[in-house]
């Protein structure tokens, strides 16, 4: 019996010592924090229908399991640009634009390392739904880690859109249109310019969305030199981008577009980027012509135009030198005429008689 | 009042009368009463599509409607389709579309049309020319529409009217309608978007791996010294809108005590309670690492892209990318700074990197 008891006050001692000896480790099981994601998808869907869909998600990390846990939370706009503002507070109210009722999701998945995959999700419109845009978006979230003074955790995020077709109230107004400098706009300040000593590789429009419904208008635009030189921009929405409801949304297009194509992920994509149109110095005067409608509605039209001029250091300089030798050959020339008229060395002026 | 007249006509001709002259007013004014166009065509108004399936590449019916403004004689109606719906642009067709095997199997409003002539994006609708009585919506309902494949890409139906039974001679009025079609149907030769994030102490650029810790250790708060840290996120979309991605969590705290984030861009301080980070290589205190990846789509935003300088406000965007972007790495730099009289505890946080596309 004693040395049963001895036995287990060693055995004790064992197990304190080793709590208190061996380093502490994070209480949670560690999942991975590497993603690969949907990032949008789009539903036309009737009311009284739904639309049964799968999203694939797959773990980057090759030696963790990825554990996602899945919600449904509404967004809205951040700014004029196109960056969501997730609604992430469990207490955030409901917008009127919101999928959430509508969409059904699983609450957790877990990927195995370097797997993938699918997960069911659908989207149930009710018979008595009005028509017009509803988004939302599903949020994975891998879970927060215990330990140290800054825990990290990551999720990725699939905006959903379901447009439900009938007749809706469609309403773009342009409120601003003209050159834009896109490094100038994300430093805060407003990137449109009249007057600009750096030559333009954008122009932008922004319209302001007072309809029920998300709008992606397309066009274009006519750019005309003083000279009466044009060029047109063709396609002034190419990613096909969104004005939200109630976002006052810019766009911007580039004068000239270099497309380039690069591999991602082991596939090609095309990628767009502004470069230099090579625009000469001088007076631009811009029209705009955008078309909207959703499908049974009337197509709308918005049409605006702008003008800027594009003065570089340069220029100016240049400008200022010719004006100042024309000057001097004036001046020259008036001298001569003088000396003509009443001989070298007359100083008197040449001064309309009274 | 005379008087006021001889003063106006002796400032603006006598005055000025080397600039302009009462003859060269005269002649001005009277351009502008012979300068009106030679003709006036205006838009058809209220300008619709319905398509019963806008899914890609389906049969379909399209109903085409507006309103016709001009009271002439009309004899033909135009429909060509194209991917701009700008009148004097060069006409693309639609990938796709087949409007060739089309049928008009109803009208309303304005009526008595046969189809003239069709091709695969081109309708011709004829009729016995006669006045437009109506102001009454007219509509024209075409069976064996082929959709278009393009789910990115808008087309449209360009509409002119002419007085002439086979869309010759001067157009009446013109106008153009939006359709899209949308969503449904997988196409293989597409790929489809993606959007790959990562996010620990430390990650590779393609996120393949990382060093599996979650968590960042600060040290012991002294009102002497910067407290450092820092962790990675790896991030790629082929996605044409690009991604945003946004730094969520409270600020550091130890129950009730808090210490306070920096709402702008700011040095770091010692004997300041301050807490921030940035996206950017620093030396003050040496901490970080500029973004690593060769390709220039994807940034750190303005306020914390700025060396030595940080913020912490939740729910800002900390980067992003306009456009398709090949993986980019970026390294999260934390300080935090404390004052003498800050109440001991352990401070911590749980910052979550929240990955969206953009719309």
Request: include cysteine.
């Amino acid at each position: 019996m004693k040395r049963f008891k001895s036995i287990v006050l060693v055995a004790v001692a064992v197990l304190l010592g080793a709590v208190y000896v061996l380093p502490a480790a994070p209480a949670a099981a560690q999942s991975s924090a590497s993603m690969s994601i949907v990032p949008k998808k789009n539903y036309v869907i009737e009311p009284g229908k739904s639309v049964k869909d799968t999203l694939i998600i797959r773990n980057l990390d090759s030696a963790q399991p990825l554990q996602l846990s899945l919600r449904v939370v509404d967004f809205t706009f951040t700014d004029d640009g196109g960056t969501p503002k997730l609604m992430i507070a469990d207490d955030a109210p409901q917008t009127t634009w919101s999928l959430r009722p509508f969409l059904n999701t699983p609450n957790s998945v877990t990927i195995e390392p370097g797997a993938s995959k699918t997960i069911n999700i659908e989207v149930k419109i009710p018979a008595k739904q009005g028509a017009g845009s509803y988004y939302s978006a599903i949020v994975y979230s891998s879970g927060a880690s215990a330990g140290g003074n800054v825990g990290l955790s990551a999720s990725g995020v699939t905006l959903v859109f379901a447009s439900v077709p009938g007749q809706v109230k469609e309403n773009l107004v342009l409120k601003k249109f003209g050159a834009y400098d896109s490094n100038t706009a994300a430093t805060g300040s407003s990137g449109y310019m009249f007057l600009t000593d750096k030559e333009p590789q954008s122009l932008a429009y922004t319209l302001e969305n007072g309809g029920n419904v998300t709008e992606s208008p397309v066009g274009s635009i006519t750019l005309k030199d003083m000279f009466g030189h044009e060029r047109t921009i063709n396609n002034v929405n190419p990613s096909g981008s969104l004005a939200l409801i109630g976002q006052t949304r810019t766009y911007t297009a580039c004068i000239k577009l270099a497309a380039q194509e690069v591999d991602f992920q082991g596939s090609k994509t095309t990628t767009n980027a502004c470069t230099s149109a090579g625009l000469w110095p001088g007076y631009y005067h811009a029209t705009l012509d955008l078309f909207y409608g959703q499908n049974g509605n009337n197509t709308q039209e918005v049409t605006g135009v702008a003008s800027f001029w594009y003065l570089p250091l340069w220029f100016v300089i240049v400008v200022v030198v010719v004006l100042l030798g024309a000057a001097y050959v004036v001046w020259r020339i008036v001298n001569k005429v003088r000396e003509m008229l009443y001989g070298p060395g007359h100083k008197k002026s040449l001064r309309r008689r009274k | 009042m005379r008087h006021r007249l001889l003063r106006l006509h002796a400032l603006a001709f006598i005055k000025w009368r080397y600039l302009w002259t009462e003859e060269f007013v005269a002649l001005l004014l009277a351009l502008f009463v012979f300068a009106v166009p030679a003709y006036a065509a205006t838009r058809l108004q209220e300008r619709g599509l319905y398509m019963v399936s806008n899914e890609p590449g389906v049969t379909t019916s399209y109903t085409a409607s507006f309103r016709y403004i001009s009271p002439q004689a009309i004899g033909s109606v135009d429909m060509l389709f194209c991917v701009s719906p700008i009148p004097y642009e060069a006409c693309v067709t639609p990938p796709g579309l087949d409007v060739s095997q089309a049928t008009l199997s109803d009208q309303i409003g304005e009526m008595g049309y046969s189809i003239l002539s069709k091709s695969t994006n081109h309708i011709i609708l004829t009729r016995v020319p006669k006045v437009i009585t109506s102001s009454d919506l007219s509509s024209y309902t075409f069976t064996n529409m082929v959709n278009p494949t393009d789910t990115t890409r808008s087309f449209s139906i360009r509409l002119r009217t002419h007085t002439t039974t086979d869309a010759t001679g001067t157009q009446v009025d013109f106008g153009s309608i939006k359709g899209q079609v949308q969503t449904g149907t997988k196409l293989e030769t597409q790929v489809p978007p993606m959007l790959l994030f990562c996010v620990a102490e430390e990650v590779t650029e393609g996120c393949t791996s990382t060093n599996d810790t979650y968590y960042a250790n600060m040290g012991q708060l002294s009102a002497d010294s910067t407290l450092i840290a820092h962790s990675q996120m790896a991030v790629g979309t082929n996605a044409s809108g690009g991604f945003a991605i946004t730094a969520n969590g409270t600020p550091m705290s130890a129950g009730t005590n808090v210490i306070d984030p920096l709402a702008t861009p700011t040095a770091s301080k010692q004997g300041e309670n301050q807490f921030g980070i940035n996206l950017v290589a620093n030396n003050d205190p040496a901490v970080g690492s500029n973004p690593e990846g060769t390709f220039a789509n994807a940034v750190a935003s303005p306020d914390y892209g700025i060396p030595n300088q940080y913020k912490y406000v939740p729910g800002d965007v900390v980067a992003f990318s306009p456009n398709v972007s090949l993986m980019k790495k970026f390294t999260v730099s934390y300080i935090v700074n404390s004052r003498p009289d800050l109440h001991a505890g352990v401070y911590t946080t749980t910052l979550t990197y929240i990955a969206s596309g953009r719309f």
